[in-house]
């Protein structure tokens, strides 16, 4: 059973370190779960006047305004099959500050009408943001994002990226650290960088059948439009 990632990446997955291509190589039929823990360097996040991109983000754990340096970390990724028989992986993020724990999540389906990954921002699945992939020098996976969608009951519409984020992420291995690295940044074509961070973690997996995936790891509604 292939991942939505060997799916979408077709022969270009094998040019993938080997821990990266072990790292997306499972999918719900598996059963088993990746979870990394480890610490991001730095947090942050741009100037004032980005705030309210960012404090509208933690209504539904979509990004958040704090920021700081050696942040513990936890990453969680889960493969189930959706109630509308789509394979999905989630993309639960923890990030420990001294006073509370922020969350970024966000679940992943291959599109086969868009023939691209599409990843569905927060906690509702109100936002669906199409995902290019590519394979990078040192064998990492870049994501970078493009159109967005918002969905909400009636309301189906384009989202401006007047008013959004572009990210791009790059994940990798480190034989000589031994361990995941990742680097995330943010950013709008007019208020400039938003939000990022950048650190490393190291894996473990536990063996989850779907219907034992945490409560917590799942969205409270799926979406159908993509």
Known sequence: MESIYQQQLGPEFQKLHPRIQERLAFASGHQ???????????VWHGPFYTQPFLRVGLLRNIMFPDAGQNIP??????????PLGRETVTWIRRFQFPKHTRCFDATMIRSQQRNRIVDYLGTHQH????????????????????????????????????????????EWYDDEAGCYRIQVEVSNKIFGKLFGYHGSFQPRWETVAPTAIPEYALPRRHERRE
């Open 32 to 42: 088993r779960a990746f979870i990394g823990e480890g610490t991001m360097e730095r």
């Open 73 to 82: 970390f936890r990453i969680e990724n889960y493969a189930y099959v959706d």
């Open 127 to 170: 936002l669906a943001v199409d995902i290019d992939l590519a394979v990078t020098a040192r064998g990492g996976l870049q994501l970078r994002s493009g159109e967005q969608r918002f969905y909400e009951g009636l309301l189906n519409f384009r989202f401006p990226m007047l008013f959004s984020g572009l990210a791009e992420v790059e």
